[in-house]
């Protein structure tokens, strides 16, 4: 596979989005940001798949590694974490020509970009995802953050890397439940933007399933030469970016009603998607293909698309809660057509009931 280049056209912070199928291209791709002292943060299980491997490229390079390794899991993104990673920046003597390279899933790149923002004002930081949902979503645009115990990604900064660098194979250890998680964001782009992603994922999604290589490249490709175009429109979210958002009204509201862990986050929003068509559909954006399509596609991706035994009255207390909305007004991302959503503050409430209702 030829190695692929996504440019992220961003005009204070242009950076390059390499896609490849191996760390052979890696070491280019990152010299000239990271220094001479590097701080190297991955998780528990990433460790013991790639750490050794991005490790020895980095001291190649000649750079003095100091290796951190966190648990895995959403717990980690919190502000303790972060004060312990400081601390160990400063025993190693990490300066302001130094770097940190964020090597695991979205829980490590949200955490090592939060750190990374904030050390001395702001070092290096390199993106090196591991996940699907993190090479195709998290690692791309520059949004980092910690959790509050009272709320997640809170705080935060949009803080942009200098370099991300995908290597395809990867994926291979990824469990199902995690790639598919992924794939639900992948579908995502497709709706919001994309049609010809759709079109292709009619035809290919069984091959992309199977994580057949070049149907990687191609569907990561196409979701990162989107996410870059949005966020090089909107960086700080004023507007266009909030597109991205699709399915993650309902989606947010049920992993916070559902107790985190019962659905992954791609899960959630793959019903969020569901439901949220739903409503399109009763105010007449969409046509019931649109819906047909999409369930078909969710289907495929081994994700849900029904929601069961859930309260409607706290879920929609909960989406009140959302971020987004302004004014009291629940904030949604809605389809208007194939690869074409708007966003709507209007939506009747008793049709949000109704439509969550007839699950
Ligand atoms: N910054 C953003 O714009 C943005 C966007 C979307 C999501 N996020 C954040 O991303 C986080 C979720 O990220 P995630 O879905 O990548 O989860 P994650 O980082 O928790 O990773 C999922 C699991 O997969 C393991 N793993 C990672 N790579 C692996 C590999 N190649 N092989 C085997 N196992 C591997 C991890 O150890 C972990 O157990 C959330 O905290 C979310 O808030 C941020
Ligand atoms: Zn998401």
Known sequence: ???????????????????????TGLAPAIKPFVGNKVMLISD?????????????????????VSLAIIQPGESSKSLELA?????QALNANLDRSSSVVALGGGVVGDL??????????????IQLPTTLLAQIDSSVGGKVAVNHPLAKNIIGSFYQPKSVFINLHTLRSLSDRQFSTGMAELIKYGFIWDKELLQ?????IGSLMERQKDCLAYAIERC??????????DEKEKGLRAILNFGHTIGHGLESTAGYGQYTHGEAVALGMVYESLIAYHMGSIDRALIDLLICLL??????????????????????HDKKNRDG??????????GQVKVFDNVDTQLIYSVLEGS
């Open 1 to 23: 596979m030829d190695p692929r280049i996504v440019r992220l056209d961003l005009p204070s912070d242009p950076y390059s989005i390499h896609i490849e199928n191996s760390w």
């Open 44 to 64: 528990e299980n990433v460790k013991e798949l790639f750490v050794h491997d991005v490790k020895e490229i980095l001291i190649s390079l000649g750079c003095q």
């Open 83 to 87: 004060k312990s990673l400081y601390t």
């Open 112 to 125: 090592a970009g939060f750190v990374a923002a904030t050390y001395m004002r702001g070092i290096n930081f």
């Open 200 to 204: 292709w994922l009619e035809h290919n």
């Open 224 to 233: 990162c030469n989107t996410k870059a175009h949005i966020v090089s429109q």
């Open 299 to 320: 289907k495929a991706a081994n994700l849900p698309t029904k929601v069961s035994g859930v309260k409607v009255e706290s879920l929609i207390k909960a989406m009140t």
């Open 329 to 338: 007004s629940i904030v949604f991302i809605l389809p208007t057509g194939y």
